[in-house]
């Protein structure tokens, strides 16, 4: 079994996170690079970091900017920020309320495989999710988790991107709990046209105890990924 060292380090600007992620990236990939000159084996380690940001509006390095349908004068009157990134994906907003979630793991510690590292994260947002009573979905040829797949009610509340290199994880989930929605609507969200974006307080009607959720997420991805967190 792998284990993980796990951080929360709370409500963080955006670029704050980006560069803690890349120390533990670059220190993982650092490793890698001496084994390979060296001929050795020595172990690299596995890093979870959970966060939450202030608003911020983050665009993946294949993304669209027009995505994005406010200027930046409209997004410091929110209070917003914006990053060009260097994950997968298309525009997305993080905010406060939300569970960012930064897996920087050595996939050659799991398996070599990264559309199932995709399929073990989401699975772990669906699996917290059927405890609070919903049944949280894929839908085909989107990442993320989604509620009511097919339908006219199809919503997102939660999105990945990430970025690997040499197997080598970074970037990773926003997980709706308390959120912002209103946010949202200063973009298409992921790129995706007409699908909307809900959290967990808007399904449940209620507000939600974050930490809770956090307890239930972070023993979920240590089931799915069959690893222990330290």
């Not at 060296?38 to 027009?66: M, Q, R, W």
């Not at 993080?94 to 996939?107: A, K, M, S």
């Not at 809770?212 to 799915?224: H, T």
Request: aromatic share 12%; charged share 25%.
């Amino acid at each position: 079994m792998q284990t993980a060292h796990f951080k929360d380090i709370g409500l963080v600007e955006y670029k704050e996170a980006w560069d803690y992620q890349e120390k533990y990236f670059h220190k993982t990939l650092e490793i890698k690079s001496k084994n390979r000159r060296n001929n050795t084996d020595h172990a690299t380690k596995n890093y979870l970091i959970f966060c939450e940001h202030p608003h911020v509006y983050t665009l993946g390095n294949s993304g669209n900017k027009e995505n994005l349908l406010v200027n930046e004068d409209y997004l410091k009157s929110r209070g917003a920020s914006f990053y060009k990134t260097n994950r997968g994906g298309d525009i997305t907003y993080h905010g406060p309320g939300q569970i960012v979630g930064y897996p920087i793991f050595d996939l050659d510690n799991f398996f070599n495989d990264v559309g199932k590292y995709l399929r073990l994260l989401e699975e772990s947002i669906i699996l917290t999710m059927k405890s609070y009573g919903l049944n949280g979905e894929r839908s085909e040829g989107e990442t993320g988790v989604w509620l009511d797949v097919g339908t006219v009610n199809a919503r997102k509340i939660c999105a990945l991107g990430v970025k690997t290199s040499r197997w080598v994880s970074m970037h990773g989930f926003a997980f709706n709990i308390n959120t912002d929605l209103s946010y949202f609507e200063n973009i298409i969200p992921c790129g995706i046209n007409n699908k909307q974006v809900t959290s967990l307080e808007k399904e449940l009607g209620k507000k939600i105890n974050v930490d809770l959720v956090k307890k239930e997420l972070k023993s979920n991805i240590e089931l799915i990924f069959d690893l222990k967190l330290v």
